[in-house]
């Protein structure tokens, strides 16, 4: 089993900053990522890496947000710029034993569907 948690979120105003991390109670996972979920919605992928540092994101978050790793501290990090309202939600951070690579370029997995733990969730409320 591990342990995720998550910390950093909060509230801001669009075209803020904001910097999720998320502590991982091992370092044996091979892929980690954020995903969020907005209310009566399924969660989906934001932003995932795996343990040699090849990143994947959504479109929506392309060139705003970037997900990075400590792999000494077992940390991973969501440096989010330029939030909109529409990325409000509680974000989660997960884990992955097997990393998925799909598509012709084998881009890693962001389907939430390919992760097996999580943490407990993290509110991010942006304000227009």
């Known amino acids: 089993q591990v342990q995720l948690a998550e910390s950093g979120g909060g509230s801001v105003q669009a075209g803020g900053s904001l910097r999720l991390s998320c502590a991982a109670s091992?370092?044996?996972?091979?892929?980690m990522g954020w995903f969020r979920q907005y209310p009566g919605k399924e969660r989906e992928g934001v932003a995932v890496?795996?343990?040699?540092?090849?990143?994947n994101y959504a479109d929506s978050v392309k060139g705003r947000f970037t997900i990075s790793q400590d792999n000494t501290e077992n940390i991973l990090y969501l440096q989010m710029n330029s939030l909109k309202p529409e990325d409000t939600a509680m974000y989660y951070c997960?884990?992955?034993?097997?990393?998925?690579?799909?598509?012709?370029?084998?881009?890693?997995?962001?389907?939430?569907?390919?992760?097996?733990?999580w943490g407990q969730g993290i509110q991010v409320t942006v304000s227009s």
């Open positions: 997960g884990a992955a034993d097997d990393p998925v690579y799909e598509g012709t370029s084998d881009d890693l997995s962001i389907n939430p569907a390919d992760f097996d733990y």
């Open positions: 091992k370092d044996t996972v091979l892929s």
């Open positions: 890496i795996d343990s040699d540092g090849v990143s």
